[in-house]
């Protein structure tokens, strides 16, 4: 009798942890200032395109984990943290997932800094990255003084950089704030999408 509930116990199996599979591409998005967590409009509308054009291969989306707030130095430094250190995850766990780096705003910064920091070796597992509305101009450096950030030198043939015409913190000269929120109805999202399914 003891036997037979040992061996009827054996067959009640513990559940096992399983990975999730690593997806074809993952999106690794980083969102403007002040927007609620996750990958913001931008980025959101970003990964839907991108979806549409690679068919039936597998997306699996990443939001930077930062607090996207106006404290510009420590807030995009933390979003530089966990870019870097979901990109070497990913790297390590998912060698064939392609990645595709994006960022919009303060996001745009972040990813900036990222691709500067990152290790050499895992650049060959970055796609593509794609940039809207980044800090280029005087009127971003007086937001927060310092050096502005550009893409680091491994990816800046992988990378788009979009710009609305006026958008003050990327264009210089721009006057319009209501530009640097255009990148979905500019179609520049889109064209951000396609520029990295070509890569893919």
């Known amino acids: 009798m003891i036997a037979a509930v040992i061996a009827a116990g054996g ?3 513990v559940p096992t942890a399983v990975a999730a ?5 993952e999106v ?12 913001g409009g931008v980025g959101q509308a970003f990964v839907d395109s991108l979806r549409s054009q690679l068919g039936g291969r597998s997306v699996g989306v990443y939001a930077v984990n930062y ?17 870097i250190a979901r990109v070497q995850a990913m790297a390590a766990q998912c060698p064939t997932t392609k ?5 919009f705003s303060q996001g745009a910064a972040v990813i900036d800094l990222a691709t500067t920091a990152m290790p050499p070796q895992v650049a060959d597992h970055v796609a593509a990255a794609a940039v809207f509305g980044g800090p280029r101009t005087a009127f971003a450096d007086s937001l927060s003084p310092g050096p502005l950030p550009s893409i680091g030198p491994l990816y800046v043939a992988k990378t788009i950089e979009l710009c609305v015409p006026n958008d003050p913190i990327c ?3 721009g006057w319009d704030m209501r530009a640097h929120n255009a990148y979905v109805q500019t179609g520049m999202v889109n064209q ?9």
Do not use: H, K, Q, Y
Request: glycine fraction near 12%; charged fraction near 20%.
């Open 28 to 39: 690794v998005f980083a969102r403007g200032t002040t927007e609620p967590p996750g990958v």
């Open 67 to 83: 607090p996207a707030t106006n404290d510009f130095v420590r807030s995009s430094a933390a979003g530089r943290d966990d870019t």
């Open 21 to 25: 599979p690593c997806p074809d591409v």
């Open 171 to 173: 264009f210089e000269g």
């Open 99 to 103: 990645m595709v780096l994006g960022g």
């Open 192 to 200: 951000a999408a396609a520029f990295a399914a070509s890569r893919i």
């Open 11 to 13: 067959l009640i199996g």
